[in-house]
């Protein structure tokens, strides 16, 4: 039987997902690259899922890419060429990022410690990311000679802006949590005590939303990027279409007007 890269775990309606390499650093190796499309591939598919909880185990969130790994690491046999890194991307990476942006349900990150590289983009790659104030984050790409993946020249400029992205890209220094949430990049920062207990609250919390609404939501802001006002504005008409046929606007609509707590249900 393989290691166990990845702990997955089932409170209620969210699905806790540990990234567990602690040794490691939670770097990515090409069997935990497999093992985490499968866990998010079962939980997309676990109608009791309304919300997935990705974190890491030990002191680390995610050192990124495992430089030792087979996948990556250089061959010393005479003769051998280079490995092909944009395949490592095709194979991995790819599929890996557009797991995240396609899932049925939220996504949290609760950053535990150092996000870095590959990790950092992870976690930017979720919907809401929650850090500890001691966790730190690190596009260390250009320190081996690389460019920012798992979406990172996608990501950056979009939640930073062209500038901060380069700086950021360009230098790879360590950003701290409390800098990256006055960056933008994270939805928030809190004491390193809290963390756990603060992330299981905002998943709960999304978990008991209206789930295809929220969705709906993050498809839309996704997609808007690459339309003009009035194609966004076409967009919104037709998903709140779909939306308003839905049973949790009814539900949502009952609820504000009975002054009870909705009990959404759509996925």
Known sequence: MSESLILSEQSAAVRTLTLNRPGALNSFTADMHGQLLAALNEAAADGAVRCVLLTGAGRAFCAGQDLADPSVAPDSTPGAGPKDLGDVIARFYKPLVMRLRTMPVPVVAAVNGVAAGAGANLALNCD???A??????????SKIGLLPDTGGTWLLPRLVGRGRALG???LGDKL?????ERMG?????VDDAALADEAKMLAHRLAAMPTRALVATRKAIDG????????????????QRELGNARDYQEGVAAFAAKRPPQFLDR
């Open 132 to 141: 500890a104030r001691s966790a730190s984050f690190i596009q260390a790409f």
């Open 128 to 130: 809401l990311a929650i």
């Open 224 to 239: 808007a990027q690459q339309l003009s006002l009035e194609e966004a504005l076409d967009e919104e008409a037709l998903v």
């Open 185 to 189: 990049l994270l939805w928030k920062c």
């Open 176 to 180: 701290s949590a409390e800098e990256a």
């Open 168 to 170: 950021l890209a360009l």
